[in-house]
């Protein structure tokens, strides 16, 4: 079982930067993929980002340039640097990770002001 917290969400302001973070309660070095989903109001969940355990980083066309992803096999924890951030980019933000199966977190708010 791996449970994972998120943190980093608030509110900024059109073309702010947020970094959000995702510790897992046990080691991720056997995840195969950790990563970012999001879900805005009214919407299905869509794919962000994603990490393998080889370091390799996936985008959704919709932020790249703008998000970067990172892990830390160490620390058990996946980053999503956010920049140039859009009101379209408001969503609840889900860290997930393969293990054996999918694991997800609560959540995070990120809301984008204009």
């Known amino acids: 079982q791996v449970q994972l917290v998120e943190s980093g969400g608030g509110l900024v302001q059109a073309g702010g930067s947020l970094r959000l973070s995702c510790v897992a309660s046990t080691s991720i070095d056997s995840a195969n993929f950790m990563g970012w989903f999001r879900q805005a109001p009214g919407k299905q969940r869509e794919f962000v980002a994603t990490?393998?355990?080889?370091?390799?980083?996936n985008y959704a066309d919709s932020v790249k340039g703008r998000f970067t992803i990172s892990r830390d096999n160490a620390k058990n924890t996946v980053n999503l640097q956010m920049n140039s951030l859009k009101p379209d980019d408001t969503a609840v933000y889900f860290c997930?990770?393969?293990?054996?199966?999918?694991?997800w977190g609560q959540g995070t708010q990120v809301t984008v002001s204009s």
């Open positions: 997930f990770a393969d293990q054996v199966r999918r694991y």
């Open positions: 990490s393998s355990r080889g370091g390799s980083a």
